[in-house]
């Protein structure tokens, strides 16, 4: 799941309805969508407390 992310943030990002580009990723099943959805794209901040 995590290598169609980029893809999704790009699509929704560029105004695309973010159901229609989970459907044509193949995330038809809600747990799958629901950690699209509910997912914070955290890592340049993490990032900066890394050793």
């Known amino acids: 799941m995590g290598h169609l992310w ?3 943030k790009k ?3 560029d105004g695309e309805d ?3 580009v989970m459907d044509d990723l193949g995330l038809k099943r ?3 969508r629901q950690v ?3 997912h914070v794209d955290l890592l ?3 990032s ?3 050793p």
């Open 11 to 13: 699509r929704t990002q």
């Open 48 to 50: 900066a407390f890394k």
């Open 30 to 32: 809600y747990c799958c």
């Open 18 to 20: 973010a159901g229609k």
């Open 36 to 38: 699209f959805m509910g």
């Open 6 to 8: 980029e893809d999704y």
């Open 44 to 46: 340049k901040e993490i």
